[in-house]
């Protein structure tokens, strides 16, 4: 009997080193998910658009949306003088599926955007991203992207 706390012990001290070697586990996901918003954040449509896998499925403005035309369109909006001011990311949670290769990201979003005549739009969003492991990159297969309504 005297050997069964010294197990729970031994059991709970390991837990946190446990969660230290899952968070380095999946640090490179943390890095691509990063990554990617920091890409969006700062216009850099290339690395934007490379993290999508190529046969992804968005979801925006209340309907799937064509990934390659998103694509052409977002690069034209910056030509005209638009583009994104401010996307921070808070509230992220990131869960990933047995076997490591799939993952969910979740988090709140507040983005600027300029529009062409130099108007500005501020929105609070909710964004959900699928991650798949392709090939040793992490890809997003799957984004939806529901603004959220105005606080009053």
């Not at 390991?14 to 700062?42: C, G, K, Q, R, V």
């Not at 977002?74 to 290769?101: F, I, R, T």
Request: no cysteine; net charge negative.
């Amino acid at each position: 009997m005297k050997k069964l706390p010294g197990l729970v012990i031994v059991a709970l001290l390991s837990l946190p080193a446990m969660a230290e070697h899952h968070s380095e586990e999946n640090a490179d996901l943390y890095a691509a998910i990063h990554a990617f918003d920091n890409a969006y954040a700062t216009n850099d449509t290339d690395t934007y658009f490379g993290y999508y896998a190529e046969d992804a499925t968005v979801f925006f403005s209340g309907a799937r949306q064509d990934l390659s035309a998103y694509a052409e369109s977002w690069p034209q909006l910056m030509e005209a003088g638009g583009g994104v001011e401010k996307n921070e990311m808070s509230d992220l949670k990131v869960q990933v599926m047995p076997g490591g290769n799939v993952a969910v990201s979740t988090a709140f979003i507040d983005n600027v955007t300029r529009s062409p005549d130099g108007s500005k739009s501020s929105i609070r969003a909710f964004e959900t991203d699928v991650w798949q492991k392709i090939d040793g990159e992490w890809k997003v297969i799957s984004l939806h992207y529901t603004e959220l309504p105005a606080e009053e």
